[in-house]
């Protein structure tokens, strides 16, 4: 069974920092995309960033693009997404996902997502 464990949310003042993590498990962690999105009270879901694991290449929307690194742990099977500089606009609800079947980072459709996992808080104060 697939399951994605995001954690690291909480709250933060403007301009400070969050480390957000997304445990994987029941797949090999060797040929996937790990995505991250968020969503905002009343908003619509967002892709924010995603890694490829066949090249490592990576993805960012450009509201965080500068601003969030997102990386991989292969030996925990894990995927960061480290976040600075955090705006009162990036206040949400931060979910990873996972396509098991293609490696390739671009700008994803939540669609092309087949796992989730449970999201975690993220609210950053002015």
């Known amino acids: 069974e697939v399951q994605l464990v995001e954690s690291g949310g909480g709250l933060v003042q403007a301009g400070g920092s969050l480390r957000l993590s997304c445990a994987a498990s029941?797949?090999?962690?060797?040929?996937?995309?790990i995505g991250w999105f968020r969503q905002a009270p009343g908003k619509e879901r967002e892709g924010v960033s995603c890694?490829?694991?066949?090249?490592?290449?990576?993805y960012y929307a450009d509201s965080v693009k500068g601003r969030f690194t997102i990386s991989s742990d292969n030996a925990k099977n894990t995927v960061y997404l480290q976040m600075n500089s955090l705006k009162p606009e990036d206040t949400a609800v931060y979910y990873c996902?996972?396509?098991?079947?293609?490696?390739?980072?671009?700008?994803?459709?939540?669609?092309?997502?087949?796992?989730w996992g449970q999201g975690t808080q993220v609210t950053v104060s002015s």
């Open positions: 996902a996972a396509d098991i079947d293609y490696s390739g980072a671009y700008d994803r459709s939540e669609y092309e997502y087949d796992y």
């Open positions: 029941g797949f090999t962690f060797d040929d996937y995309t």
């Open positions: 890694i490829s694991s066949s090249d490592s290449s990576t």
